[in-house]
Structure formats: C-alpha cells, structure tokens
C-alpha cells in the first residue's frame, strides 16, 4: 500500500472495519442472550446510573421510539424498571435491576474481549495514534464543518 491513500480510501477502510467488528459485535451478543442494542442500553445504564428514556435516547444516539420499544422489552425481562421522574411527569426514569446489573457485566465482558481481539494486534503506539486520529475527525464532525 503506498503512502498516498485518499480520503476516500481512508473512509472506506474505516467504514469496514467498523461493519466487521459490528457483526462480530453483534453475533458474540447473541451468543450472550443479547441483542447489540439491548446491551448499548444496559452497558449505558451501568456506566451512568438511572435516568430518564430522553436522555438515554441521546447519548445513545437512538430514536426515542427504539428506546422505548427496547426498554419495554428489557422492563418484561426484568432487566430493568421504570418509574415516574419526579422532575416531569411526563417522563421515566429507567434504572437496572440487579438481573440487568448481571446482564450489562457479560455485556462489557464479551464487548472488552473483541476490543482486545481487535486491537491488540496493534501496538499501544500504534493504539495512541489511532486515537488522536480518530479524535481529529471526530472533532472536525463536531465542528459542523460538514453540514454547510
């Protein structure tokens, strides 16, 4: 591969790298008795406690109507509950049961363990550059540059 990759080259190298490691993502959940998405929602509820469906909403990054249709689904399994937000009425807070404590667990683990699977092959340098990268874009996206 010669050093004169174009943007177009990057992205699509990136683009399947990241449908790759979303299947392989994907099938190592359900071999956990998870879907992908159930366990976004459960590793976000143990990494920032309860909340309202809105705000998981956002930092996940769904639709608020997928929220509330996997939540529903969890809530059956008795994964998690919803209550009543005593700041609006309107709104649920929804907060992991000790079954969705244990749940979101095997989902960090089997998450951490494909991480490991798919980086480890490089070197922490090599880790470290990738990160600034991908920061670099990230923080190019933030800027909005790309919706003018």
Known sequence: MSNDV???????????????????????MAAAGLSLGRAKVLMRLAAHGPMNQATLAGLLGFAPR???????????????????????RRARI??????GRDAAEVATAV??????????????KERSQLVALLGTVRTNLAQG???S
């Open 111 to 124: 998450r951490s363990k494909i991480m490991d699977e798919v980086f480890g092959v490089l070197s922490p």
């Open 66 to 88: 997928s929220v509330t249709e996997t939540i529903d689904g969890l809530e059956r399994d008795g994964l998690v509950t919803r209550t009543e937000d005593p700041r609006d």
């Open 6 to 28: 174009s943007p177009l080259e990057a992205g699509q190298a990136y683009g399947e790298l990241h449908q790759q490691t979303h299947r392989i993502m994907d099938r190592r």
């Open 145 to 147: 540059e790309l919706d």
């Open 94 to 99: 929804v907060e992991l049961t000790d079954a």
